[in-house]
């Protein structure tokens, strides 16, 4: 197992709006949408864990993401 360590933190958003915010919306337009536009956004840091190479790799994959992407195998194992 790699000896690097990894975190995933949850962050809440609340976001407040005229109308209700489309479902294709990215979290990239919403916030730029609540800096420059009509939504009042706030947030809260909620939890951070720190994770190992096995987590990493499970969490990676729950997200559609692939393990290789911080250069992990399947089994949370560095790439050589």
């Known amino acids: 197992m790699t000896e690097r360590k990894f975190y ?8 407040l709006s005229e109308e209700p915010i489309p479902d294709t919306l990215s979290l990239e337009e919403i916030a730029r949408e609540a ?3 009509d939504y009042s956004f706030t947030y809260d ?4 864990q720190l ?3 096995v987590e990493t790799a499970r969490e990676l994959q729950k997200q559609g993401s ?5 250069n992990l195998t399947d089994d949370g194992e560095d790439v050589e």
């Open 8 to 15: 995933k933190t949850i962050i809440k958003v609340e976001v």
């Open 51 to 53: 994770l190992n190479g």
């Open 66 to 70: 692939d393990p290789s992407f911080f």
């Open 45 to 48: 840091r909620k939890h951070e």
């Open 35 to 37: 800096v420059n536009g």
